[in-house]
């Protein structure tokens, strides 16, 4: 099964992000053969960056990320989105790679689920 998550959400500040990412982190540990992809667009490109400032406490929504790509896990971050934020793409998480509304379009074509959060 292939499930695209839509991420439009910053990492802190409300709890959608953490939620797309545990959600998806129980179907790639639960559900054997699931194929996880994230785009992440608007805001939500900020949760690919290497380096955050987190709340106190907080989860760690770069390590997330980190983790769900080291067990097979693609995941794009929009390129209009990253460049009208003014961010580089070498400061994004290792694995976590440019992506434009072809990739999407594309990714939720293949998709037997897409989640939008």
């Not at 379009?105 to 293949?110: G, V």
């Amino acid at each position: 099964m292939n499930v695209l998550f839509i991420l439009n959400e910053p990492p802190y500040g409300s709890e959608r992000a953490w939620n797309a990412l545990r959600l998806a982190t129980a179907l790639q540990q639960e559900v054997p053969h699931t194929h996880i992809r994230i785009f992440l667009l608007s805001d939500g490109v900020y949760g690919a960056l290497r380096e955050h400032h987190r709340p106190e406490g907080s989860y760690n929504i770069g390590q997330m990320l980190a983790n769900l790509i080291a067990n097979g896990a693609e995941v794009l971050a929009c390129v209009t989105c990253v460049d009208q934020r003014g961010l580089w793409a070498s400061k994004l998480i290792e694995g976590v790679n440019l992506g434009s509304m072809v990739e999407l379009a594309h990714w939720t074509a293949e998709a037997d689920k897409v989640i939008v959060f």
